[in-house]
């Protein structure tokens, strides 16, 4: 160990002590140091001097990646440019970094136009709507220098150039035939006094508020389509009234045995009824136009239809599946497969909307709006007009208030148009149960025993809405 220690270097001894004692993850160790002096004692002159001039090309290397890390970043566009110059730079030996800085803020400079907001703000002033408020905080735009004749500058208490015409334009539509008009007078004041409550929804895109009255303006327009012909009876030798309540009753237990949407009822109806517009039915094959119409309904309406063999026990065989099928196509052929019927479910929510979503005046408004499926005299008149006069006999009824502006608007008839369809209601009401499924069904408890409610009012008040003409006509009809 003593003789190992005299032949060493003092410098390399000290370097060999250090080392079992220094950190090897350690970067700010000294292992640089005893590199530089391993290096330093070799006696080759040869080795000495690569050593050098490798130690020199890292440290160059080094310095100009540094220098390059320290240089400000140059705009998009000129990156192209400043890559090229410099490595025209580096291949001359010429200093590749302190010149070129300069140069990068230049170019920034010069091309800093193409990125400035002005131009697209010039842009956005052109192209912005005659009645959007100008902004006095946007820059002028690109032609704002040139000078302008007197001719083209308005005064400064002259509004803009399109608002005349604006209020020109809704001038003769608003004010003056309010002044000449009393009844447009008191339309104006009815909207003013109606709320609006498709407000609140538009933070739910499942109520579709921003849609919700052109909605509803295309199903009144589409309900005049679908309308069936209201005294199809006449070219139907084999067919009565009566016979058609029967199997909308029957129809009726059905829908109830396979637990089908009250859309899916409204609408097999209307099948029925369009069918029989269209076509004459024996009497035999009545109930298979009726089986049809519920399974062509439940198709188009239910997320799970029941199968055709389902329809075909419930006419306790009847008809087997083939006639079913048949019959479909034949059906669906005669109505030109047009399925747009506007559901008087979608008028009767509408209205529940305005009435706060009372769940007793929307269960009576249900089972008074299926009223006019039993019975014939309600055909002639829209899904619209019937849900207003369920809604308007179920809030007498349950005595919720006057049919105010706001119940007017979003049902779409006043107290005066929904008169007819009310009077027929509660001429129903009065006459005896001739539709025992349909009684049934909403003399239940889930139902709010609506049937039995709605009768015990019309005993009462009977006389004071109807009067015995409509009664007697009934009966001849049904005769």
Do not use: C
């Not at 035999?284 to 055709?308: C, N, W």
């Amino acid at each position: 160990m003593t003789s190992l220690d005299s032949s060493l270097t003092p410098l390399q001894a000290r370097s060999l002590r250090t080392r079992g004692t220094m950190n090897e993850n350690d970067e700010n160790g000294p292992s640089a140091r005893v590199t530089r002096a391993k290096a330093a004692a070799l006696t080759t002159d040869a080795s000495a001097a690569g050593a050098k001039k490798t130690m020199q090309t890292k440290r160059t290397t080094s310095t100009t990646t540094a220098t390059r890390a320290q240089r400000p970043r140059a705009a998009l566009g000129d990156v192209s440019n400043v890559n090229k110059t410099e490595g025209a730079e580096v291949k001359a030996g010429k200093k590749p970094v302190v010149a070129k800085a300069g140069l990068t803020s230049k170019a920034t400079v010069q091309t800093g136009g193409v990125q400035k907001i002005s131009s697209t703000n010039s842009s956005r002033t052109a192209t912005r709507p005659p009645l959007q408020p100008r902004d006095s905080n946007r820059k002028p735009a690109p032609n704002a220098h040139k000078r302008r004749s007197p001719k083209d500058i308005p005064p400064a208490d002259e509004p803009p150039r399109k608002k005349p015409e604006l209020e020109r334009k809704t001038r003769p539509i608003v004010e003056e035939p309010a002044v000449e008009d009393p009844e447009i007078n008191v339309k104006d004041a009815l909207n003013d006094a109606v709320q609006d409550l498709d407000t609140e929804d538009l933070d739910d895109p499942l109520m579709a508020a921003e849609y919700v009255v052109e909605i509803f303006e295309y199903l009144k327009d589409l309900e005049i389509i679908t309308l069936p012909n209201p005294d199809y009876i006449d070219h139907q030798p084999d067919l009565e009234w009566k016979m058609r309540g029967i199997l909308v009753d029957w129809l009726i237990e059905v829908h109830t045995r396979f637990r089908l949407l009250p859309e899916t009822l409204f609408l097999a109806v209307n099948i029925i009824d369009r069918f029989l517009s269209a076509e004459v039915v024996a009497l035999d094959r009545l109930q298979l136009v009726g089986v049809t119409a519920m399974f062509i309904a439940s198709k188009y309406e239910e997320v799970l239809s029941p199968h055709v063999a389902n329809f075909s026990h419930v006419a306790d065989e009847t008809f087997s599946d083939k006639e079913i099928l048949d019959a479909e196509r034949h059906v669906l052929a005669t109505l030109e497969y047009n399925m747009s019927f506007p559901n008087p479910m979608n008028f009767l929510r509408r209205i529940s909307k305005a009435d706060n979503y009372d769940i007793q005046t929307r269960t009576l408004g249900k089972y008074l709006m299926e009223i006019s499926l039993l019975d014939h005299r309600f055909m002639g008149f829209p899904q619209s007009h019937i849900s207003a006069a369920a809604m308007y006999l179920a809030r007498l009824i349950l005595e919720r208030g006057p049919w105010d502006a706001t119940l007017a608007h979003y049902a779409g008839y006043t107290e005066e148009e929904i008169d007819p369809v009310f009077q027929l209601m509660v001429d129903y009401l009065h006459r005896p149960v001739s539709h025992e499924a349909f009684f049934k069904k909403y003399a239940s408890k889930k139902f709010l025993k609506a049937s039995i409610l709605t009768r015990q009012w019309a005993k009462k008040y009977h006389h004071l809405y109807v009067d015995g003409s409509e009664q007697s006509s009934y009966a001849k009809d049904e005769q």
